[in-house]
């Protein structure tokens, strides 16, 4: 409750609007104690006096009626009516929606056959009749605005209903013995209450204009009883002679209904946890680039070659330095490993090569990423997307969630190449069997008319991998694609890659945690920290003599087969959260080697043999992997 008043109290605007209508609301509540006028006597011989005149603060009306007394006096009727009708209207709409929802079968195609009915007349029309029906007086009209209401409600809860009622917990609640009265009491109506709170909070505006709209007609209150819809209605025929007596009521007007549609915006958005981590944000096209220094120049390393790239996250007050300065390159043909905890910022990297980091919170402030002599960071969107997946192609790690559910996988396919160039639905198919077999996928002229829900996971595996290359990229960034897979599956699709990589010289930057996965397949690799490399080499000499710290203690972690008994180490410590670097080496904190000048000044990324490392005190080479 309380992290609901802070987050609405975050949003200015429905803060505004909660601080505006607390206002009216108090006016309106002590109006009877108010040193004011009769809002109902008439003085003739007064009729039309402007605002600010004396004993009358806002004016009078035609029969000579304090405007600021009828204004006070109105507004609490027209809150009161608002309130009340969109009270009643819940209320109804909600019961009936619950029990349409709830039982479901006959008694819902009844019920809301007869809501569809009420729904299918203009509602003004519906409102009209009832009143006319029922005579006019503000009772009546509040009876005829609920009404109106009342199906919009009762859809809203019977679609939320619905959903709940087949939930485990209901079925749980029955086993358990529970009357359907007290399911619905105990288990649906606390989670359809936020549905109805929103719901209401976001239709009381309409319900006070739709009431003030059938008072201005003449079919609500009566006369000599004020409320803000008759005023209006009254001062009609003086709207151009004494624009005052219109405006005073119309403002009012305005400003209930302003003030309650945003503080209902608001309450909606605090009570949609959807909305809080910022999830219904658009992401623009591509990462926001804005860097401050000198972009670096190309050396001609490799196809692509990556310096100094630095990405953050700007949240609200905090940046998070998910990668704090990455250098790498990697050659035609090459297989370059990265590896690293979870968090410490391998797919970031990955993803800022394309532009493909979210912003917001994503912002790439420094570096440059040159391939084949192009700054893929500072491109524009076109020629990023004109790159994606025909220059640079990426494969994820969960392959179902990257699969179209409904498409079949050949038509996926097609689609993939045909962001590229036109081609026809032979030749796309033609093209789409070559690739499943390439991907080793056994009957490909029948599986390429498989959905990917008839495929196993190694499988559909596979098929990322075809889609990558179904542009004939240059390179390929695979970020953990074997992760989610059992070992035999990733070793299928490992030999895949490898091969590829040889018959068709791609390049290949492989994500992964998995040393035995860098081994099996890499040329060379780079081992990151914190949003930093912090020793890259041959896979070779790394693997037999990690250098860093922080790759030794890595490899510790992982079992041997044949090793004899060891006791496992497991790093203590967690790595630093980005958001709050150390200065010097952040992994100083878990270190055992470190001293005082590790926390100090910032650490090069320097040459050490034929590796690079980011470290005052290597290990040294003599000594076998740390204890
Ligand atoms: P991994 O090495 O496991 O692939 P990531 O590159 O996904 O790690 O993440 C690196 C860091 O960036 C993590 O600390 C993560 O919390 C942070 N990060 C990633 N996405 C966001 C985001 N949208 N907002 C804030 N921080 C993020
Ligand atoms: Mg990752």
């Known amino acids: 409750m309380r992290a609901f008043f802070i987050l609405l109290a975050r949003n200015r605007l429905a803060l505004a609007g909660g601080v505006v209508l607390a206002l009216v609301v108090t006016l309106a509540l002590v109006t009877p104690l108010l040193p004011l006028a009769n809002p109902d006597v008439t003085d003739t011989s007064n009729r039309f006096r402007p605002i600010f005149s004396e004993g009358a603060l806002l004016g009078t009306d035609h029969l000579g009626r304090d405007l600021l007394s009828r204004l006070l006096w109105g507004t609490r009727l027209s809150l009161a009516v608002g309130f009340a009708a969109a009270i009643f209207a819940a209320s109804i709409g909600a019961a009936i929606g619950i029990i349409a929802g709830f039982y479901g079968g006959r008694t819902d195609n009844v019920i809301m056959r007869g809501v569809d009915m009420l729904m299918a007349f203009p509602y003004i029309l519906l409102a009209l009749a009832i009143v006319a029906a029922l005579g006019p007086g503000l009772f009546n009209a509040l009876i005829a605005v609920s009404a109106v209401n009342v199906p919009f409600f009762a859809r809203n809860i019977r679609g939320i209903t619905v959903g709940i009622a087949h939930k485990e917990f209901v079925d749980a609640a029955r086993l358990a013995g529970l009357s359907?009265?007290?399911?619905?009491?105990?288990?649906?109506?606390?989670?359809?209450?936020?549905?109805?709170?929103?719901?209401?909070?976001?239709?009381?505006?309409?319900?006070?204009?739709?009431?003030?709209?059938?008072?201005?007609l003449g079919l609500g209150s009566q006369p000599p009883q004020a409320d803000l819809g008759s005023m209006l209605g009254e001062a009609r025929s003086a709207l151009i002679t004494n624009p005052h007596t219109s405006v005073v009521p119309g403002v009012m007007i305005l400003v209930i209904v302003m003030s309650i549609n945003l503080l209902g915006d608001g309450v909606r958005d605090a009570l949609d946890p959807r909305l809080k981590s910022g999830a219904l944000t658009r992401p623009m096209a591509a990462t926001l680039v804005d860097r401050q220094g000198p972009v670096p120049e190309p050396t001609g390393k490799g196809l692509l070659e990556v310096q100094g790239l630095k990405t953050e996250f700007h949240v609200k007050d905090r940046i998070y330095r998910a990668v704090g300065g990455v250098d790498l390159h990697v050659e035609k043909g090459e297989c370059l490993g990265i590896i690293g905890e979870s968090g410490s910022g391998k797919s970031v990297t990955a993803l800022s090569l394309m532009g493909l980091v979210a912003s917001p919170p994503g912002v790439i402030t420094a570096g440059a990423a040159h391939y084949d002599g192009e700054d893929l960071i500072g491109a524009p969107y076109p020629r990023l997307r004109d790159m994606r997946g025909r220059n640079v192609a990426y494969i994820f790690q969960d392959p179902l969630a990257t699969l179209h559910p409904l498409y079949r996988v050949g038509d996926q396919l097609i689609e993939a190449i045909r962001a590229h160039r036109p081609i026809s639905r032979a030749e796309g198919r033609a093209k789409a069997v070559e690739l499943l077999e390439a991907v080793r996928i056994p009957n490909p002229e029948q599986r390429v008319s498989d959905y990917p829900h008839e495929m196993s996971g190694g499988m559909r595996q596979r098929i990322g991998i075809a889609m990558a290359l179904a542009n004939d990229p240059d390179i390929i960034i695979a970020d953990e694609p074997t992760t989610a897979l059992d070992v035999t599956v990733q070793a299928q699709v490992l030999t895949i890659l490898d091969d590829l990589r040889r018959s068709r010289g791609l390049a290949i930057?492989?994500?992964?945690?998995?040393?035995?996965?860098?081994?099996?397949?890499?040329?060379?690799?780079?081992?990151?920290?914190?949003?930093?490399?912090?020793?890259?080499?041959?896979?070779?000499?790394?693997?037999?003599?990690?250098?860093?710290?922080y790759t030794a203690r890595l490899m510790a972690c992982v079992p041997e087969l044949g090793g004899g008994k060891r006791r496992l180490e497991a790093i203590p410590g967690l790595p630093p959260v980005v958001d709050r670097l150390p200065p010097g080496c952040a992994f100083a904190e878990r270190c055992l080697k470190a001293r005082p000048d590790c926390r100090k000044g910032e650490i090069p990324l320097e040459p050490l043999g034929r590796r690079r490392i980011r470290c005052l005190y290597p290990e040294d080479e003599s000594r076998e992997v740390a204890q």
Request: aromatic residues 8%; proline residues 5%; hydrophobic residues 50%.
């Open 509 to 549: 930057v492989f994500i992964t945690h998995d040393f035995g996965v860098v081994a099996q397949l890499c040329d060379r690799v780079a081992v990151m920290y914190a949003g930093r490399i912090v020793e890259e080499g041959t896979t070779a000499e790394i693997l037999d003599f990690p250098r860093h710290p």
């Open 180 to 216: 359907n009265t007290r399911i619905i009491l105990s288990e649906i109506l606390p989670n359809v209450v936020p549905v109805i709170v929103i719901a209401m909070s976001t239709t009381i505006g309409w319900m006070i204009l739709e009431t003030a709209g059938l008072s201005f």
